[in-house]
């Protein structure tokens, strides 16, 4: 199965408008026109205007770091998939941020998966353990319960043009980085229970990622794993070398 390599990078709340714009300067500069591999990068909200209108024409997308569950109406303070349409291809849905911080329950991530692919924009499903349970031995049993009920609402053949990214709460923002072994194992479990839902050509084409404390050095680790079609990077993706790093490291490989 023919699976396009992504970077995406997921900028958090960290920029202001002139930090991204001049992010994005360097970004067009620096990501190596040749790569291969889908480059993609989610602004905060206010940013995402200007970013689609900056990088058009270039390799980079755009994408989101979150959605609205409902589409329209009286949500004070929402940002719904109607006004992010037509500025981003991807939507990141279920963060462990949001599921941990602002309580998104796996309810709440099958809604926005669902209005993200009701508009046809593809979402990139977060799934992922604490360390605590990864220290009682649930991390697959975590994982595949929160994939399988975020995945709720969706057909097979939309299962396959999502993205599923597997960030262990425990490796995000830590500096402590999933082996490359662990998170394969990890994504072949994701693939395998997607099998089991959805059938074998549907899990042959769902893209899995892998998120949590990626470098530049650490993004080679992941080029041979079989089962990852990804990286999900925070910290690193706000530094322009760094980025364009990983994007010529991970994704200059064929596989
Ligand atoms: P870090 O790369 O900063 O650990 O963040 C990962 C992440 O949460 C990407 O969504």
Redesign the pocket.
């Known amino acids: 199965m023919n699976r396009k390599k992504i970077i995406?990078g997921?900028w958090?709340m960290n920029l202001t408008v002139p930090e991204s714009t001049i992010l994005i300067q360097k970004l067009k500069k620096e990501v190596p026109v040749s790569t291969k591999a889908e480059v993609v990068v989610c602004p905060t909200f206010i940013d995402i205007y200007s970013a689609s209108e900056e990088l058009k024409g270039s390799n980079i997308k755009v994408g989101a770091q979150n959605v609205a569950e409902e589409e329209k109406g009286a949500y004070t303070g929402e940002v719904s998939v109607l006004a992010l349409k037509g500025f981003v291809d991807y939507i990141?849905v279920g963060?462990?941020?949001r599921r941990n911080i602002f309580g998104e329950s796996d309810k709440i991530v099958a809604k926005k998966a669902e209005i993200a692919m009701r508009h046809d924009i593809r979402p990139v499903i977060?799934v992922g353990e604490t360390l605590h349970e990864r220290e009682d031995k649930l991390s697959k049993v975590v994982v595949l319960s929160q994939l399988e009920a975020s995945c709720k609402h969706l057909t097979g053949e939309e299962i396959a043009e999502s993205l599923i990214?597997y960030?262990p709460v425990w490796?995000?923002?830590?500096g402590q980085v999933c082996s490359s072994e662990e998170a394969e194992k990890m994504a072949e479990h994701i693939r395998g229970l997607i099998k089991s839902l959805y059938g074998e050509k549907v899990s042959g084409s769902v893209r899995v990622l892998y998120?949590?404390?990626?470098t530049s050095a650490s993004s080679k680790s992941f080029r041979k794993s079989k089962n990852i079609d990804g990286l999900?990077?925070?910290?690193?993706?706000l530094n322009h070398q760094e980025f364009a790093a990983i994007v010529k490291n991970y994704g200059e490989k064929k596989k």
Request: with cysteine.
């Open positions: 995406m997921n958090k990141i963060h462990s941020e977060c990214a960030e490796a995000i923002g830590t998120g949590g404390s990626v999900l990077v925070g910290g690193a993706s």
